[in-house]
Structure formats: C-alpha cells, structure tokens
C-alpha cells in the first residue's frame, strides 16, 4: 500500500491542479492584506500599531475556508474517473478495495497537511512584507497563528477524510460535490442561523454543538478554544466517514 500511496502522492503532486491551489493560496494572502491595509487607511488614516496582530486575529476566525477547500486536495488525488479495482497496475496489485481507499485518503491527507505548511508560511511572510514599516509582527504573534493552525489541523483531516467519503459514495463527481456543498456548507450555515439567539431554535442549538463547522468560530480566541472537544468530534467524524467511504467503495459494482 505503501508504493500505491505514494504513486499517487506523486501523480497528484504533478497536476496543474495542484499548482493552481497553491497560486490561490498566495492570492487569498495578498487579497487579505490589502483589504486589511485598505480598512485601516480608510477609518483609521494609518496602518501602524497593529496591522499584523488585526489581519491574524481575524484570519483566525476565518479558518473554515480551508475546511471547505479540504475538497480539492482529495479531488486532486482521487483523479478524474471513479477508481476502477479490476483494473490493475504496478502500484495496484495485490491491492484491497480497502486499502486502495486507504492509499488515496492518506495521500489526500499529506497533500493538505503540505498545503496547510505552505499556506502558513506563505501568509506569515506576505504579512510581514505588507507591515514591515512598523515591526508589529513579532515571535508571539507568530506562534499565536502557528498554534491555531495547529489546533485546527485535526479539523481539516476531517474534511479530507469527509471530502473522500463523498467522492467515493456518490457518483459522478459532479454530484457528489454538490452533495458535499449542501451537506458540508448550506446545511450547517442554516443550523448555525437558526441556532443564533436571535431565532434560538432548539433542535438546531443542540445539533450545532456537535457540528465541524461552528468549532472554527472558537479558534480566534484563547478563552474559547476547546482542544478536547475538536480532537474528539475530528477522530469521530474521520472514522464514520472513513468507514462510510469504504464501505461504499466496497460494495460498488464494475
């Protein structure tokens, strides 16, 4: 499994694809600091003091966005055709339908824990560059975005790991997209609306509190991270998905 897995860590390595998220990655970097920059010039008339501490703090609570993006990096290992079993080759023989599921989630997975790296550094130094004229930047705020990220890690391998499921379950992979839009981004956006005060709707309080999606609003601030709480609900969301995944991998007919 180990030199299927890496087969197709390489091929997805190699896509256009690949190249065109980590070019979105460095966009989504440069757009963020520019509309930071913009704000502050605009209400404030300057962009000194806490330029680098304001961009990371706010970033911080927009983590989801990788979360849903988490797609893309089991897309781009999955391929452009449903994996066909009977069809072998030299990373695939004496292949398991298991493990050829595991192979390709666990080859997704490094694809985004190397993404997640180049996002990180690749932020931190265009935000460097952006306020390098006031120094506001320093170790902590550093290790204060390199600690969330971390914190949140676990999250993401849950959305590779729910993106594969998807892919696997549902095919063509047009609609399995939308089944992980409407599964992954409407459905818990509209439990998070009606769970506001504002509406209070109970049966949505409560399914919210064990929602992927709404542990991403706590990562901005110390007070509201809970680590346990994202480490158990990611463990028991990878495994039901893994499982659903295969299983359904297992049981299609070619």
Not at 147 to 156: H, Q
Not at 208 to 220: D, E, G, K, V
Request: glycine share 4%; aromatic share 16%.
């Amino acid at each position: 499994m180990l030199y299927y897995m890496k087969a197709e860590l390489n091929k997805a390595l190699k896509k256009k694809y690949t190249r065109f998220y980590l070019v979105g990655i460095i966009l989504t970097a440069l757009l963020a600091n520019g509309a930071m920059s913009a704000f502050r010039s605009i209400y404030y008339g300057t962009n000194d003091g806490t330029f680098a501490y304001n961009l990371i703090m706010f970033a911080k609570g927009f983590f989801w966005i990788p979360y849903y993006a988490c797609w893309f990096a089991a897309d781009n290992v999955f391929g452009d055709e449903y994996p066909n079993p009977l069809i072998r080759d030299k990373s695939t023989i004496g292949l398991s339908r298991t493990k050829m599921y595991l192979g390709k989630l666990i080859a997704s997975e490094i694809i985004m824990f190397l993404c997640a790296i180049f996002a990180t550094v690749a932020f931190l130094l265009i935000t460097w560059v952006f306020q390098v004229h006031d120094g506001t930047i320093d170790l902590s705020v550093v290790l204060d975005f390199a600690e969330a990220v971390l914190i949140a890690m676990p999250l993401f391998v849950t959305g590779v790991s729910i993106s594969n499921a998807f892919l696997f379950s549902v095919t063509p992979k047009k609609r399995a997209f939308m089944f992980f839009v409407l599964g992954i981004v409407i459905i818990p956006r509209i439990l998070i609306f009606l769970a506001t005060e504002k509406i209070h709707f109970l049966p949505a309080v409560w399914i919210t509190n064990i929602l992927i999606t709404p542990q991403f609003q706590t990562l901005q601030f110390y007070a509201t991270r809970d680590v346990p709480k994202i480490i158990i609900s990611s463990v028991i969301y990878t495994v039901l998905s893994c499982i659903i995944g295969c299983t359904r991998f297992k049981r299609k007919a070619f």
